[in-house]
């Protein structure tokens, strides 16, 4: 299903810029840079090459290098600490929140050393990490803002990427804002790290100065044919945004009626708004065997993510163990990303809640009993990664797992025992519901 005819739109804008052959930075990027700059609240706004370079270029621009530390969280994309180890610091893992999966503020704050230089918050799964405690208890430390799936999401009225010192944002396509190829942005109030950001993006060349090199850049540049077609779909974006919300909404009513036991997204604070680039759930038992269910029912589903920073093995010079951080540790092994992209039909998500709600199939039974199969749609427009995963079906050996594993281990359903699962004794969370979540207690 179509909600917008953008192809039409986007072709006209691919076809100005091949006219123009200014196919690197020049005034297509300009315009994309003014136009969302206003969108997001933000004085400066500068376009480049990825997400994972924008967070490159925040650090560098801050002068954060070697002997530097830079706290931020142990669950997140692994670009967030790349970033950081790639311009010579150390990142300092921090627990998430486990209703809010978002950086757990009070143990970033107890993190802060003589070497700490900046924050990197992430605002993971569409909805802001809480940034003002951060800026208030210690203000001299910079807030780098790792937005790449927040796009549009706000805090008090504030968007994300202009809560902090710098944002950073990422246009992958299975982002809310994807281009068609790799491209992203830094934002921020500052006028000094924004002019700084524009030299560092172009070999660190200053502004209107050619070939005089004042600073070690890089080849950071947006190409002209991704700022054209983030142009065309910026102006739809708060229209699949809200598409996003009601099936987030929708989501949360169905569970509510047949599974209420299953712990939903955090519900975000008064007055934020939440843009849903991934709706996660926590599935106590056999998470994979339920995610092979569903895929077998052709309902593609995420892991977002299963393998904690802090265990990484790249970052193992870090010297972290399993058990440091029992809540991304969790997260890794319970959270099931579900599709929630703007053009999914509402008896689509009638029929992931019923299938999650439904008790596993009898061992050796098939997978999803015997309801027909109906795959869910794609999404042509927005390239939603989760979409990806209803294009590929599972392969043999996945559906013979299917059968074996996914009935033989969950014998009490998929989502019981959620609460001592997620919350258990000796957490530093209490068993009762945390501020802000969501949990539905047992009927
Ligand atoms: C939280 C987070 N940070 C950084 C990135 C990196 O963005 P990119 O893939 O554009 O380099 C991503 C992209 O997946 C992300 O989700």
Redesign the pocket.
Known sequence: MRILPIPPELDAAVQRVLASQELILGPEVAAFEHEIAAYLGTPHAIGVS??????ILALMALGIGPGDEVVTPAY??F??PE?IVRCGARPVFVDIDPATMQMDIDQALARIGPRTRAFCV???FGRCCPVRPLRAAAPQLPVIE?A??AIGAELDGVRAGALGQVG?F???P??NLGCLG???LVTTADATLATQVRALRVHGQAEGRRHEHTLIGGNFRLDALQAAVLRVKLRHLDHWTARRSANAARYRKLFAAAAPQVLLPAATAPGARDVH?QFVIRVAHDRDALREHLAARGIGTGLYYPRPLHLQPALAHLGHRAGDFPHAERAAATSLALPVFPELPAAALEEVVAEIAAPPPAAGGRPGGDRAKRPLPSAPLENNSINWALRRPPGKAQRRRNTVAGAASSPAGWIDGQMDELFPSGSSTPPGPAPGSERHSRP
């Open positions: 990825n997400g994972t370079d924008a967070l997140s994309f670009a967030t970033a992430v605002h993971l790792d790449a799936q950073c990422s246009f992958f299975s982002k790799d491209g992203g680039n």
